[in-house]
Structure formats: structure tokens, C-alpha cells
């Protein structure tokens, strides 16, 4: 059976707050394994995945875009780097893509969706592809649910809403790719699983941004729903433990291909370059 080859591609580095980024997780205790810049900030980057197969295309995520101010460039250390550019490199235009696949909608992830055309108006980078997401996501975007103020951002998303695919629950989104609800981030977060020539390679989303996200309580204080993070994350690596996955971590900065074994000292688990 024909299975998808996977490219990864990055999208642009950017930063963030590290007791954000690690919640309840004191500083003292993460600050050793990450280096905080001096506004307190992490490096992080837009991990996204091409997916090819007879000819098919399909993108998962898009990073920030380019749509940003300058002050808004320099407050979350935005690279100048799209996802534009990260197709170029592989040979791929935007036009050549057929479906893009997003785990969830804050900026940092749908951002790429759009861009400004030469006489300044909103449109679709991706005009030929249908865009895949959970309803729920869908919904609370629309209606901003959240904590933030500023991470549902209707310019990413108002110009490509004809594209919207909704979707609900786990389902097959086309032979051989799969979305997983896994909640927790936000309440129509999802993961994506692939049958990719190298064995099953799930691309967790925020579930596990990066690899310090592994272990129980480390969790970002951006989640919506920190305890179902917790469930969330445990099933899902149960999951890879069993069933062989390989990870694909969405801002990890170093290799974000991990595989993930149990930790038979604390009962819990651990990650290995993948």
C-alpha cells in the first residue's frame, strides 16, 4: 500500500515567554534545560510537515506568516521566514498544495494562510487547497475563545473561510492521514496521524511543543484545559509507545523527530532522536 513521503519544513523562528511556555513549571527548574533570553524568552520554531504521494500535496501548519508590524516583529523575535519560503526551498509553490491540515488556530499556526497580495489586500497563500480543522476549533476561533486576546486572529482566517473543511472527532481527513482529537491546548485542538513510509509519524501540535513538554506537569500556561493536557498527553504517548510511533514536535528548535519509550524509573516516559 502507498504511504506519504514526509519533508519537514521550518517556517521561522520565534519567541516566547518561558514561564508561559512552562506554566506551573518554576524557573528555577526549567531554566535548566532552556536558556531564558533576557526578556525571560525561549527560542522556538514553526516545525510543518509536506506530505507527497502520487502527485498529492498536503501541508501541515503554516507558521506566523508574514502579516506582522515591526514592533510586533521584535516583541515575539519573529525570523523573516515564511512557509512561503520553506516550500521554495524543497521546489513546491503555495499554488501546488491540495490540503492543508491545522491542529489548531492560533497565529503561530494558521498565520501562513494568508498574505498580502502587491495592492495590499488579504488573500489565500494556498488558493488551490481545502484547510482541514476540527469544528469545534473552527467555532471558538470565530468567537474568540480564549484567554488571549490576540491569538485568534481574523486576518488569517475571514479571507480563506471559504476553504474550511470542518471536521469532528477523529476521523480520516484522506487515505492515510489521520486527525486525533486531543484537547487540552484548546477544546478542538487536534494531532495528525500519517502513514508515512517510515512507520506511523504523529505531529502532536501544542500537546508537546517541545521536547522538554514531555514529562507530567510540564505543560504551557497557555492551555485552555492544563488537567486534560495532562490525560491528553499521557494517552497519546501510551499510544506511541504501542503502536510505534515516531513524533513530529511543532516548535521544538532542535531535531523535532522523536520516538518515545517508558521510563521505568518514574513510571512515566521519555523521549530519543527519532
Known sequence: MPRWNSTLLRAGSFRLDGGSMFGVVPKPVWS???SPDQDNCIPLQTNCLLLEMDGSRILLETGNGS???AKERTIFGLEDRTIDVALGEVGVSPDQ???VILTHLHFDHAGGLTRQSPDGQLISTFPSAEIVVQEQEWEDAMANRSTMS???LRNHLDPVA???RRITGETTIIDGIRAIPTPGHTWGHQSILIDDANGPLCFTGDLLPTANHVGRSWSMGYDMLPHDTLLTKERILNRAVEEGWRLVLDHEPGDPV????RDTQTGWFRL???
Open 32 to 34: 535548566r534545560v532552556v
Open 67 to 69: 502579516k506582522w508590524s
Open 97 to 99: 498544495i491540495d490540503l
Open 150 to 152: 490576540a491569538t485568534y
Open 162 to 164: 471559504d476553504q474550511i
Open 258 to 261: 522523536v520516538e518515545v519509550e
Open 272 to 274: 530519543t532522536s527519532g
